[in-house]
């Protein structure tokens, strides 16, 4: 690429930024709000998402049988030691497990769902180092010394050790590895730097091969050039399938869904429900008052001043709800961490309590937790 | 578990996916080529041992490559080391010569010891007064990717462990603030002690120490990267040092990649007091780039080389984009890797490899080939375009493609000697060998010289010298720069370089044979010259009159112009014998067997860019899935495109805030262009009641449709979420391809 081109991709890049910035800014920004439209319920917005009819299906089926041609090219890449790197637009889901059940039969395969919110890579390792004590086994008839010594269970040791033993070199069996498939590896529970840190120090043993798929436009960002050059070696194989995502999406919040007051509603009954009957009633008395003393618009606002905590316990006391003030500290933090109520500070410096629903929605949400 | 040829059941699939990870299976049998990759020792195992070989099969081909690649790539790693070892084995010398006097300096101001005290700070001086001072090295890197130098301190660190000194690679990972100091004594006692322990404490180590070490020893610590780690740690960890420097004889090794104020930015002033600091500088990534491209292109040890392009490619991404020596080798590896997968004969690599170690002719191997691959060599391109050129009906066997391979080997030795020549005469210049060999691997410039030879032979020779020629090849910059420069060379550099070009050109019996007539006339000149001042001086004591003085000045332009006609001389030896011999290895039939060249092909495989390629999917979503219905829209949005393709598109068209109800109304329109025209001819009266249970159905499906486009937009991290501040609002992140 010559210099000038490059610069002018530069230009036309932060060319095209400001003028989106302009766009944004002189255009009159357009108030309309997601509440004008007629939102579905949820469940039935979930459900007509899943069995949404899929487009142009021959051809993307077409398109990713098409890649099984490449699927030499990328088990010589593997087992020269790079890892491959899937991106391209489009679920690589099942096109990885369909590499992995066809080529690499000869290797054991860990597949890590990364799209899921925790995974626990430890426990990655510990499976990556049993599997490859077995395939060690098979590979010989009678175990070697050095082999035998570590008959300690794998899920006793320590991830340094662990490590080590995946990146022995001594291993007199050289092309010896275990695959670990790890599906989005830019996912939202593999994003956090430890974890990117671990996964590069586990591709870089060298009984250890990775095929691993990103998504997101900027993942190389979680790398430094370490990483990438010296631990994830990474081969890019750009395979875009336009397959549907729908496992990764699967617990993604539906924007249409967000906000509505039905599903505020909804959430917050399936909550209280798994709450105690004092706990719901505790819930109940701090409802009646938010009720009993609505704002001009009849909604519940930062200008409803909230319960005072003090006031909410003695009507619980009196009620004989809660037993003390620890007891009620306990229900509140639990109603908190669902965000089924907010505290403020009101004039005079007191803790006041309130529900962030409207009042037409708390009043659904009382009749429907009696 | 399931065996790989069935399809698990849709139950445990769905299952499956919503763990956090599974085995999908086990290894089916121990793989029989696992024996193959043994990259540390190459066995003397010929090819192809067993006679008449199908390389159709293609397990066979797979064998193939993989016993080829560990055979080729470790002789070409195991030659980059060797060069980065020797680049800086200078400096580690002298590292390593400090660290001794620094150690002796150390135990003259310890006084005797006392085991019992040996695990408290602050140490038995002999000449009173605390010595709290850590002897540093500061070696500057020059370069600011700190993983080029991994490798490196790893080296340093095993040279100073060969001169008997204990040794710790901390990186700037363990001095982390999440870790504290513990962090970075943990990885310190781990790594001298071979433990890991929770509570590390600097006394463990000193009774340690005291009793492995008998104070013979000192313990160096070797920090690859010291701006990357915290400040405040650093200079903690500093501090802890000095206070047992005595106790422990602690030297320090720290990285610098920028410049000799670095210590002073990175650490508290209290810790600067106590480092006594010494300087070492490492060689810059473009000297050691230059040492390899020389040790495996040039010289090319493995018989693997590079098309212009890809050279080129590797250059711009060295200068411009990633700069270490690290992605080079990488994108080298990378290359040899894809020639093996694309190039079916290129196993001959492996011949090459094992005709450096032992000569041997390799029509043996050849021979077992079966004939289709044989047949395969002479279709290829660069044969094809010789045997037009040269009108050559020579018989398509194994002997003609050993000769053809011969002759290939021996075009690039002439190359490499022309090359190195050139490199030679570049350097009294510091012209860099990668600007010399890329100009060297252009084929289009080989060729333009070619022809403008022959047009120039057509000519009036009279009218255009030697060098106006090279003038006019504009193209090739530094060559001719290097080779017009020679002209400017001094009387001795001159012949240092005719000597240098000696010992290059052996092979070459005429090119040889020119340089050392040359060089005998450099001799005989210098003789003339040396009588003649002799002369001069005897002329200057017998007369002084004008004439003689004539003489004086004729003798001395005679010398100049003799040692200019040398000069020349030199000049145009090299002009002539660079566009005569140096043949760059594109234009060599059979070339394709040894030499990558499909650029585009590793540029995607080494750098992905994803930021780019997935919004080209995204709007030209067609041009990849082939399909008929969209590929006529014509930029247009139609109703048939892929959901989140329209959505993209639509984005496209907003400021970096989208307002949702805009766009939903916006990609509801779009979705439902041609579903309306359809509905208009379902209306009746009869169906109302229907029609609104159906509308109210595809309200339902355009909302669902319309959440899965955003949120696999999410995904792909085109669109940010609405924040609380703006919940109606999504946000573009990518502005432009």
């Given amino acids: 690429m010559d210099v000038d081109e490059i610069d002018e991709e530069e230009f036309g890049f932060s060319r095209n930024y400001f003028l989106a910035k302009e766009l944004g800014s002189s255009r009159k920004k357009s108030a309309r709000k997601l509440s004008e439209i007629d939102l579905v319920d949820e469940e039935e917005l979930r459900q007509v998402a899943a069995n949404i009819e899929p487009k142009h299906e021959k051809e993307v089926k077409h398109l990713i049988s098409s890649y099984e041609s490449s699927y030499s090219n990328w088990l010589f890449a593997l087992r020269c030691g790079f890892a491959l790197l899937m991106y391209g637009f489009g679920s690589k889901k099942a096109l990885m497990e369909d590499f992995a059940t066809k080529s690499l039969t000869e290797y054991s395969v860990v597949v890590v769902n990364g799209y899921l919110q925790s995974i626990n890579l430890k426990q990655v390792v510990i499976t990556l180092a049993e599997l490859l004590w077995d395939q060690l086994k098979l590979g010989r008839k009678t175990p070697s010394g050095s082999l035998c010594k570590s008959q300690q269970p794998f899920n006793t040791r320590s991830m340094s050790y662990l490590l080590t033993f995946l990146d022995k070199p001594d291993l007199e069996v050289e092309d010896c590895f275990v695959c670990i498939l790890v599906h989005n590896i830019d996912g939202p529970g593999l994003r956090d730097s430890d974890s990117q840190q671990c996964l590069a120090r586990i591709a870089s043993c060298s009984h250890v091969r990775m095929v691993a798929s990103i998504d997101h436009v900027n993942a190389p960002l979680l790398w430094d050039k370490k990483m990438v050059h010296t631990q994830f070696d990474w081969y890019w194989c750009h395979v875009p399938t336009f397959a549907p995502y729908k496992v990764e999406t699967k617990f993604f919040p539906f924007i249409l869904a967000h906000g509505g007051s039905a599903q505020s509603v909804k959430t917050a009954s399936i909550v209280l429900q798994s709450l105690t009957p004092n706990a719901q009633n505790v819930f109940k008395v701090l409802a009646e008052h938010q009720l009993a003393h609505p704002d001009e618009e009849g909604n519940w606002a930062w200008f409803f001043s909230g319960m005072p905590t003090n006031n909410l316990y003695s009507t619980c006391r009196e009620r004989f709800l809660v037993s003390s003030q620890v007891t009620l500290n306990s229900h509140l933090t639990e109603f908190k961490d669902h965000e089924l109520i907010k505290t403020k500070r009101n004039s005079d410096g007191q803790d006041c309590l309130c529900i962030p629903l409207t009042n037409e929605a708390l009043q659904k949400l009382i009749a429907e937790i009696i | ?737």
């Fill in chain 2, 1 to 737: 578990m399931y065996s790989p040829n069935e399809h698990p059941p849709t139950d445990q699939l769905a299952e499956n996916n919503l763990q956090p990870f599974f085995v999908l299976h086990k290894a089916s049998k121990s793989s029989e080529s696992s024996a193959v990759m043994s990259p540390g020792k190459p066995r003397k195992r010929r090819l192809d041992s067993s006679p008449k070989v199908s390389l159709n099969s293609e397990s066979m081909k797979e064998n193939l490559k993989m016993e080829v690649f560990p055979y080729v790539w470790s002789k070409i790693e195991s030659n980059i080391k060797d060069v980065l070892r020797s680049i800086n084995a200078d400096v580690f010398d002298e590292i390593g010569r400090w660290v001794c006097e620094s150690f002796n300096e150390i135990c003259s101001c310890r006084g005797p010891v006392d085991p019992s005290k040996s695990t408290l700070p602050y140490p038995f001086v002999q000449n009173g007064g605390l010595v709290k001072k850590l002897f540093t090295a500061l070696v500057f890197t020059k370069n600011i990717e700190t993983v080029d130098d991994i490798l490196t301190f790893s080296e340093l660190g095993l040279n100073l462990k060969s001169r008997g000194c204990y040794v710790v690679n901390i990186s700037s990972l363990d001095f982390s603030t999440k870790n504290g100091i513990g962090g970075c004594l943990r990885a310190f006692l781990r790594q001298l002690l071979m433990v890991d322990i929770e509570a590390a404490d600097v006394s463990l180590l000193a009774s340690w120490y005291s009793d492995h070490g008998k104070y013979e020893k000192p313990v160096v610590v070797i920090i690859e990267d010291m701006e990357r780690c915290s400040g405040a740690l650093l200079s903690d960890f500093i501090k802890m040092l000095s206070e047992w420097s005595v106790k422990i004889p602690i030297i320090l090794i720290a990285g610098v990649a920028t410049s000799t104020d670095a210590p002073a930015n990175v650490l508290t002033s209290r810790a600067l007091q106590y480092l006594s600091t010494s300087m070492f500088f490492l060689k810059s990534p473009a000297e050691r780039m230059d040492a390899i491209i020389e040790a495996v292109l040039v010289k090319n040890c493995a018989g693997f080389s590079v098309g212009h392009k890809v050279a080129t490619f590797l250059r711009n991404y060295f200068l411009r984009q990633d700069g270490t020596v690290t992605s080079f080798v990488r994108a080298l590896k990378m290359a040899l890797v894809q020639q093996l997968s694309t190039e079916p004969l290129s196993f001959v690599l492996k011949i090459l490899v094992d005709e450096g170690d032992n000569k041997r002719s390799w029509y043996e191997d050849l021979a077992n080939l079966p004939e289709e691959v044989i047949n395969h060599a002479f279709e290829l391109p660069s044969y094809r375009t010789y045997s037009v050129n040269r009108n050559n009906h020579a018989e398509l066997n194994a002997m003609s493609l050993d000769q053809g391979l011969s002759e290939l080997q021996r075009l690039q030795e002439l190359w490499r000697s022309r090359l190195m020549c050139l490199h030679e005469a570049g350097r009294y210049h510091k012209v860099a060998l990668l600007d010399l060999y890329l100009e060297a691997l252009d084929p289009e410039l080989y060729n333009s010289r070619l022809s403008n030879h022959g047009c120039d032979n057509a000519k009036d020779k009279s009218l255009l010298s030697d060098s106006d020629k090279l003038f006019r090849l504009q193209k090739a910059e530094v060559t001719n720069q290097v080779i017009r420069k020679i002209r400017d060379l001094p009387a001795a550099k001159l012949s240092q370089l005719l000597k240098s070009w000696e010992g290059l050109t052996r092979g070459t019996v005429e090119v040889h044979e020119k340089i050392m007539e040359l060089q005998s006339q450099m001799v005989s000149g210098d003789v003339k010259s040396h009588k003649a001042e002799l002369t001069d001086k005897s002329n200057n004591l017998q007369c002084y009159n004008l004439c003689n003085r004539r003489h004086i000045n004729r003798h001395r332009l005679n010398m100049e112009k003799d040692a200019c006609t040398s000069n020349d001389k030199a000049m145009t030896l090299a002009g002539q014998t660079i566009r005569d011999t140096m043949q760059p290895i594109e234009c060599m039939p059979f070339h394709e067997l040894i030499c990558f060249k499909d650029v585009d092909n590793l540029q995607s495989a080494l750098v992905g860019d994803p930021r780019r390629r997935i919004q080209i999917d995204l709007l030209n979503f067609y041009k990849i899935l082939k399909c008929g219905c969209c590929s006529n829209s014509g930029g247009t949005l139609s109703p048939s495109m892929h959901d989140t393709s329209i959505m993209y598109t639509l984005a496209q068209e907003h400021g970096d805030l989208i307002n949702l109800h805009d766009l939903f109304q916006s990609f509801k329109a779009s979705i439902s262009s041609s579903e309306k025209k359809g509905l208009k001819k379902l209306a009746s009266p009869k169906k109302r009641k229907d029609n609104t249970h159906s509308q109210n159905n595809s309200d339902a499906c355009f909302q669902a449709r319309f959440c899965s486009a955003v949120m696999e937009l999410q995904i792909t991290g085109l669109l940010r979420m609405p924040s609380k501040r703006r919940p109606d609002y999504v946000q573009r992140v990518a502005f432009g391809v």
